[in-house]
């Protein structure tokens, strides 16, 4: 593993939740990425599948646009979601035998600075804990398309929150209250608020805990803020009893929709 050790990787993650490695996607993927991200939020499917969209307001310019498993509907996005370095370096920070795909998410943060631009604080195990065991080792790879800057909004963590347990009602991706959320979070006494902003250069990665607090603010730059999050999980995972025929888990034995990253 290059620029960081798997030690290092290994011991922030552990400690706060979430840990970064620069360069694992190359320019020119990234450049045909944006071109394919373009033509899959403009209703152009290259496989015939259609993804699941969600955007509160359609209307709104502002607002992030967040597109559900729009890998399945584009061979530049699944070339993009299984591109060897990120499983690799997922499968070194959690010393995994077994890196496989469950659920992708396309995101893209237009500029405008509003408060529609936000993503509320959540913990992602907010909205798996229906699907998963509690003890399942599934995470989230978010990969930076384009330069992440300090005014783009980028995803903010709360250091450390990953040993703050689970709350599932303190929270919400969908509600752009940031304030109130950290308010609540705060109120937990678990431990000192220190946010933490995942600035990233074009290619880069950050991989965080299912627990890890984080949220985002406005893009108040000029560009767009893209990536993808990709939630993933090892071998040391299992599907809540009846729970097999939920959205995404129900396709783990479909590798062509779900596929495995690392393999040892």
Request: charged share 25%; net charge negative; proline share 5%.
């Amino acid at each position: 593993m290059s620029e960081r050790n798997a030690d290092d990787l290994r011991s922030q993650f552990s400690r706060d939740g979430f840990t970064t490695q620069e360069s694992l996607v190359p320019a020119d993927l990234l450049e045909r990425v944006t071109a394919h991200m373009d033509a899959v939020t403009a209703g152009d499917y290259e496989t015939g599948r259609t993804p699941n969209h969600h955007r509160i307001k359609p209307d709104d310019a502002t607002e992030i646009i967040k597109i559900d498993n729009a890998h399945l509907s584009d061979h530049t996005l699944m070339e993009l979601v299984s591109y060897p370095a990120l499983g690799a370096f997922a499968a070194t920070v959690m010393d995994a035998a077994m890196v496989q795909v469950w659920a992708v998410q396309l995101l893209i943060k237009p500029p405008g600075g509003t408060p529609s631009g936000h993503v509320g604080w959540h913990q992602d195990f907010q909205y798996w804990h229906s699907k998963w065991e509690p003890d399942s080792e599934v995470f989230t790879l978010w990969v930076a398309i384009n330069d992440v800057t300090a005014d783009m909004g980028p995803m903010c963590m709360l250091r450390g929150s990953n040993q703050w347990g689970f709350h599932k009602d303190i929270g919400d991706f969908f509600d752009s209250d940031i304030e109130k959320h950290l308010e609540q979070i705060r109120g937990l006494g678990a431990g000192p608020i220190d946010e933490v902003p995942i600035l990233l250069n074009a290619g880069g990665a950050s991989l965080h805990a299912r627990l890890t607090y984080h949220g985002s603010a406005a893009n108040t730059s000029t560009q767009p803020r893209r990536s993808f999050a990709i939630h993933l999980r090892t071998e040391r995972s299992k599907v809540l009893p009846g729970a097999e025929d939920s959205e995404y888990v129900r396709d783990l034995g479909d590798l062509e929709r779900c596929p495995i990253i690392y393999s040892a």
